[in-house]
């Protein structure tokens, strides 16, 4: 999801990455702490230590949304799903869980615990500040402590908002799926209120850049482009989970595998082979054994006038686990695999004996047969004949 992410640092097992867009949102929040909250909150210090207090500040509240965002990840795990990683980036963070919760309790806990752990922040940030306050008086510590407990507030409350996918709109679409028993029907209903409430936000945007308030008003609309987006993709993905069912790998791989030798030319394969076969992804074999691949893309690197000389043994990538997949794979873990691979195409194995091979197209192709008949099949419904 996130490419171009750089993990920080590897908290209770769970990496805590930064994508580039964070940097905006870190120097905007750093910015405005310096130049108008602390200002207002405690007037008469030096521009240092406004700055210094922003840095704290802006510090803190990463920190509390990532504290927020291991509340998601640790009550994911007790529940046997695991979290790729926890990434801050343009409009806050996200736990990226390795798959959906299979019981709506299971979505609701972890769901919950994020804004349980902003409430308990703020608590505990407004009690020190308090204590802060009471001890050296109202200061640069109790502006610092007020503002942690404030904006972890804010950030429960927003989340808590009924619109998926935020984590009150998860919260929804847990109470519906237990009540329904029907996951895509909740999520159908839970990205409703989504999209009303990011069009609601774009609606605020746009009034607020007519009224002067640039920065506002198009951060607003930003938020809700981001929650209509998200909110989309989470529905298109459940619609995906609901057509493929427990279908497996085998029963979307083209088969037979078209194959080549170690010792063939590379203007053989590309003459006799893939241009003749029509396919671009071709395992390299030697008696039954799987030993790599070649694709257009290592083609792409070496001179055209070198191919009649050059063996496909030389330029071959050796296959691993990356790109070997066992039959029996559930095609939904081969779209996770996709996601965090960007693996596109695959060998199918069987026994250590190539079965055949599987490609995102042939997953889109699949998809789209099963969308034009609006077949969807339950667990269970499958049979290899």
């Known amino acids: 999801m996130f490419t ?41 210090l030096s521009q ?15 920190a509390s949304l990532v504290g927020h965002e291991l509340a998601h990840a640790v009550a994911a795990r007790r529940f046997g799903i ?36 902003s409430i308990a922040l703020a608590l505990a940030f407004a009690v020190l500040a308090e204590g802060a306050a009471a001890a050296f008086g109202v200061g640069p510590m109790s502006a610092l402590l007020y503002y942690l407990a404030l904006v972890n507030m804010v950030l429960a409350v927003f989340n808590l908002l009924p619109a998926f996918p935020l984590d009150g709109g998860r919260v929804l679409r847990a109470w519906l799926w237990w009540r329904r028993g029907d996951m895509l029907s909740a999520t159908k209903t839970a990205a409703r209120t989504g999209t009303v409430l990011a069009y609601a936000l774009i609606a605020l945007g746009l009034l607020g850049l007519f009224q002067g308030a640039i920065v506002v008003g198009f951060w607003q609309i930003l938020i809700g482009l981001f929650i209509l987006g998200a909110a989309n993709n989470a529905l298109d993905a ?23 030798a170690p010792d063939t030319t590379l203007a053989t394969l590309v003459n006799q082979v893939m241009l003749a076969k029509r396919v671009s992804f071709v395992p390299v074999v030697e008696r039954g054994q799987v030993l790599g691949y070649i694709d257009t893309s290592v083609l792409q690197h070496i001179d055209r006038e070198s191919w009649a000389n050059t063996p496909v043994a030389d330029v071959f990538i050796t296959a691993d686990d990356k790109v070997c997949v066992p039959h029996d794979m559930p095609v939904l ?4 695999r996709i996601a965090a691979t960007e693996q596109r195409k695959f060998i199918v194995m069987q026994d250590d004996r190539i079965e055949g091979v599987v490609s995102l197209s042939d997953l889109t192709r699949q998809l789209g047969i099963l969308a034009s008949i609006g077949k969807v099949e339950r667990a269970g419904s499958e049979v290899r004949p």
């Open 238 to 260: 459940e619609r995906t989970r609901a057509l493929l069912g427990n279908r497996q790998v085998w029963s979307v791989m083209s088969k037979p595998a078209v194959t080549t």
């Open 82 to 117: 695991e979290t790729r990683s926890i990434t801050l980036f343009l409009f806050g963070g996200v736990a990226e869980l390795a798959r959906e919760p299979t019981k709506a309790r299971h979505e609701f806990w972890i769901a919950i615990a994020g804004p349980a752990m």
């Open 48 to 62: 240092w230590m406004y700055a210094l207090l922003a840095v704290c500040g802006a510090g803190l509240f990463f």
């Open 4 to 44: 171009n992410a750089r993990t920080i640092v590897t908290l209770f097992g769970f990496r805590i990455r930064i994508d580039p867009s964070w940097i905006l949102i870190a120097i905007l929040i750093t910015w405005s702490l310096a130049q108008h909250s602390f200002p207002a909150a405690v007037p008469g």
């Open 333 to 336: 873990d081969l779209f996770a």
